[in-house]
């Protein structure tokens, strides 16, 4: 794929949309990845994403995930190269 920017918001959408159907999540954390997962869409749905919002989709996600401690990640700020939430809800 030409562009890896929104190859990365799809896989992260997809993940998002995994962990949302085998798991019932509060309201707030629902409505919270609900949000992520538009922005994530919307960026792997043009022709061309901007590192700016796939950096900004994936902050929003890091706060979730570590505030909500969705996933045990393997650094203390900022986005893995080994994100343990993708990592969990994507199918193999």
Request: proline fraction near 2%; glycine fraction near 4%; hydrophobic fraction near 35%.
């Amino acid at each position: 794929m030409s562009n890896w920017n929104r190859r990365e918001l799809l896989n992260l959408a997809d993940a998002i949309r995994n962990s949302l159907k085998a798991r019932v999540e509060s309201a707030p954390k629902h409505e919270r990845l609900m949000h992520i997962l538009h922005e994530a869409d919307q960026g792997s749905k043009t022709i061309f994403t901007h590192d700016q919002h796939l950096h900004d989709v994936r902050c929003a996600m890091c706060h979730v995930c570590r505030g909500e401690r969705l996933s045990n990640c393997d650094r203390e700020e900022g986005w893995s190269p080994n994100c343990a939430f993708v990592r969990t809800h994507t199918a193999v």
